[in-house]
């Protein structure tokens, strides 16, 4: 069974400054690996995946996240961060493809990230 | 852009009262699932449904809930007789056509059980 971790609850960044995001994850099989914002009272927004390929992949509003293997993790992170960028990160693992295992996204307990002006 | 809607945005029932949310899902999507959210904490799986069935379910999705997709464009999960725990958000999301992994979530339906 798949599981993913995300250590921090809450991350606080002064705006401009680089921000990091944790993530780690277990799977039996080969991982896909997303990022997700939530803003308050809203669903959540896909930002970005890891699949297969390099392992640093970019996303949405500047965001970007490294993939690392030996260590199962998977750090969303920006170079400077917003004011805007506040909200709810989850983290959310899939194990393998489609049809093996792969109907169900398991989703990180979320980091709050506060940037401040 | 398309986008997964999902109504009633709000529902408040009383608890063993039988309770629909309705989502309809990205038209060319193929993939379905419920996922709920208790006080805006962790991201809960219910059920993914494929080709017209339950391809997956996790531990809460017991026989109180059940889903269906009666027309080809609305997909709802039904809750038989509600509890003051089932109280939470419910997320509808939907995949692509090529399962590229991601999904597109609605904007939740708040359930109040009292």
């Known amino acids: 069974a798949q599981s993913v971790a995300q250590p921090e609850d809450q991350v606080n960044v002064a705006e401009g400054n680089p921000l990091t995001v944790k993530c780690t994850y277990s799977?039996?099989?080969?991982?896909?690996l997303f990022w997700y914002v939530q803003y308050p009272n809203r669903g959540l927004q896909f930002l970005l995946k890891?699949?297969?390929?390099?392992?640093l992949v970019k996303g949405s509003y500047g965001f970007e996240a490294e993939f690392n293997k030996s260590q199962t993790s998977f750090h969303l992170k920006k170079p400077s961060a917003l004011v805007s960028d506040s909200a709810l990160y989850f983290c959310?693992?899939?194990?393998?493809?489609f049809g093996t295992g792969g109907f169900k996204t398991i989703f990180g307990a979320g980091t709050r990230l506060f940037v401040k002006a | 852009e398309p986008e997964v809607t999902q109504t009633p945005s709000h529902q408040v029932t009383q608890m063993g009262q039988e309770v629909i949310l309705r989502c309809v899902p990205i038209?060319?999507?193929?993939?379905f699932y419920w996922y709920r959210q208790i006080l805006g904490q962790k991201v809960e799986f219910l059920v993914s449904?494929?080709?017209?069935?339950?391809?997956?379910k996790s531990e809460i999705f017991d026989d109180q809930f059940s889903v269906e997709r009666p027309d080809g464009s609305n997909f709802t999960l039904k809750i038989r007789s509600t509890k003051l725990e089932d109280s939470a958000m419910y997320f509808c999301?939907?995949?692509?056509?090529?399962?590229?992994?991601?999904?597109?979530f609605g904007e939740g339906s708040r359930l109040t059980v009292l």
């Open positions: 959310a693992v899939r194990d393998g493809q």
């Open positions: 449904f494929y080709n017209n069935e339950i391809s997956e």
């Open positions: 799977v039996s099989g080969n991982p896909y």
């Open positions: 038209s060319n999507h193929l993939y």
């Open positions: 999301a939907s995949g692509g056509l090529r399962d590229t992994g991601e999904l597109f």
């Open positions: 890891y699949i297969t390929g390099d392992n």
